[in-house]
């Protein structure tokens, strides 16, 4: 009796807390890119696939009316929604500077522009006759001009953020459509079509630490691994999966049961390759090689 209350309420009560735990985790990340107004080294294509995880997950808690599922994936969907808008509104933003430097560069780099700045510097403020104020004003509009044209950009902006994000939107409108109005599908036909859309989606959720795991074989470090995050997927999949296991519902159990150990194999790695260890490495070197470059320019000198 005891284990059954373990696994079927404290297991999934565990679970939720940590999934929006798991959820939340980018905010103050995105918050910090949001003041500086730019997106930075922030990857928001994992945000695109919560999206459709989340809300994959909110209709399969419909279809088992399980409150668990339901409040361990709601507030992520809330979330992704705002993330992946401050996604597309930095990654324009970002856009648009690079644009505007380019074309500022372009411009100070041409005679017109040159010309312009050095008939501005050459206006006689003495000089009041007419032939001198039409000058003055024909060189201020064509320099107007230019700015127009390096501040106002026709380039078209990068939509690749927003091309996943809409796919992902119009494979949950139509899955949640299809069972919605498929009068001839079972309730255990619908789970399934659910159940087996939103396993794939999780696999590709969780699937994101595999090339952290490449990056940490390959440099035998373990400074890319955040270790909150790291820690609470891991205990996020092991929550689940025997929740999963003790209702016997093998979408749950078993994408969750890969990413726990996916988590469990980036913990091994962790313990393994310590942390600093390939950059310490490589400042050492870099600082030995600076220190004989100054020592062989010291010798010269003497």
Not at 34 to 50: H, I, K, S, V
Not at 83 to 103: C, P, W
Not at 263 to 272: E, H, R, S, T, V
Request: glycine share 6%; charged share 15%.
């Amino acid at each position: 009796m005891a284990a059954q209350i373990v696994l079927e309420y404290v297991c999934p009560a565990l679970g939720m807390i940590t999934a929006n735990i798991m959820f939340f985790s980018p905010v103050q990340a995105v918050r910090k890119a949001e003041r500086d107004g730019r997106l930075g080294n922030l990857n928001p294509t994992p945000w695109a696939f919560m999206l459709g995880n989340c809300c994959g997950w909110v209709t399969y808690s419909f279809l088992i009316n399980n409150l668990f599922v339901f409040f361990g994936n709601a507030p992520g969907f809330c979330l992704s929604v705002w993330l992946n808008l401050q996604a597309i509104k930095l990654q324009y933003g970002d856009f648009q500077v690079t644009e505007i430097r380019k074309s500022i560069s372009i411009a100070l780099g041409s005679q017109k522009f040159v010309g312009q700045l050095e008939g501005v510097d050459k206006v006689d403020d003495d000089d009041d006759d007419d032939t001198s104020l039409n000058k003055n004003t024909r060189t201020a509009a064509e320099f107007a001009k230019v700015v127009w044209d390096v501040t106002a950009q026709n380039t078209k902006a990068p939509v690749s953020h927003e091309i996943i994000v809409m796919c992902m939107v119009l494979v949950w409108v139509t899955v949640i459509s299809l069972i919605s109005f498929g009068r001839s599908f079972s309730s255990q036909t619908k789970e399934l079509i659910v159940g087996i859309i939103v396993t794939c989606n999780l696999l590709f959720f969780y699937g994101a630490p595999l090339s952290t795991i490449f990056l940490m074989l390959k440099t035998r470090s373990s400074d890319s691994i955040h270790r909150p995050t790291m820690i609470t997927n891991t205990l996020n999949g092991i929550f689940w999966t025997a929740f999963g296991i003790a209702v016997l519902d093998y979408f749950i159990s078993v994408p969750n049961g890969i990413g726990a150990l996916l988590g469990g194999i980036q913990m091994l790695l962790c313990i393994i390759f310590p942390r600093n260890h390939y950059h310490q490495k490589e400042n050492s070197l870099a600082s030995n090689h600076i220190s004989s470059i100054t020592n062989d320019q010291a010798g010269d000198n003497r």
